[in-house]
């Protein structure tokens, strides 16, 4: 006799907390970028962070979305996630931002992928959030200026 197979649909429910990060994603629900930044050495990260790399100490929110920003370096992605699927090719980059010491991974948009060019490199971006927070990092995006 083969084994009995039964077909038993199965689905969980997962409950992520965002912990010390919650801040920066209540900042994109607001329509605005934060980054953490060390009170004793000014030290300023472009991603949340709860604690200074360096020292420890426990680091403040700063709002960065005003400031300048410009495209360090980029990729095209021609393939991706189920989530990024539909969106390939897309163009994922890492953006620099005045006064600020390390860089933000996020995508651009308004840019061809297809043509993509050096030139893109230092071109001056700004960001934008969807209208509808999803309470993901994909909330926000960088479009040219």
Same mark, same amino acid.
């Given at each position: 006799?083969?084994?009995?197979?039964i077909?038993?649909?199965?689905?969980?429910?997962?409950l992520?907390?965002?912990?010390?990060?919650?801040?920066?994603?209540a900042g994109?629900?607001n329509?605005?970028?934060?980054?953490n930044q060390?009170?004793?050495s000014?030290?300023?990260?472009?991603?949340?962070?709860?604690?200074?790399?360096?020292t420890?100490?426990?680091t403040?929110?700063?709002?960065?979305?005003?400031?300048k920003?410009?495209?360090?370096?980029?990729?095209?992605?021609?393939?991706g996630?189920?989530e /990024? &699927?539909?969106?390939?090719?897309?163009v994922?980059a890492l953006?620099? @931002?005045e006064? +600020?010491?390390?860089l933000?991974?996020t995508?651009?948009?308004g840019?061809?992928?297809?043509?993509?060019?050096?030139d893109?490199i230092?071109?001056?971006?700004?960001?934008q /959030? &969807?209208?509808?927070?999803?309470?993901?990092p994909?909330?926000v995006? @960088?479009?040219? +200026?």
């Amino acid at each position: 006799m083969a084994p009995i197979q039964i077909e038993q649909p199965y689905q969980i429910t997962y409950l992520h907390s965002y912990a010390q990060d919650s801040p920066w994603f209540a900042g994109l629900t607001n329509k605005k970028l934060l980054a953490n930044q060390d009170a004793e050495s000014g030290y300023t990260y472009a991603t949340p962070r709860g604690h200074d790399m360096y020292t420890g100490a426990e680091t403040h929110w700063i709002d960065i979305t005003d400031r300048k920003a410009e495209i360090h370096a980029f990729t095209v992605c021609h393939f991706g996630s189920e989530e /990024f &699927l539909p969106d390939t090719p897309f163009v994922l980059a890492l953006i620099e @931002f005045e006064e +600020v010491n390390t860089l933000l991974l996020t995508r651009i948009v308004g840019i061809d992928p297809m043509q993509a060019s050096l030139d893109w490199i230092g071109m001056q971006v700004a960001p934008q /959030f &969807l209208r509808n927070s999803k309470l993901k990092p994909t909330d926000v995006y @960088f479009v040219p +200026v």
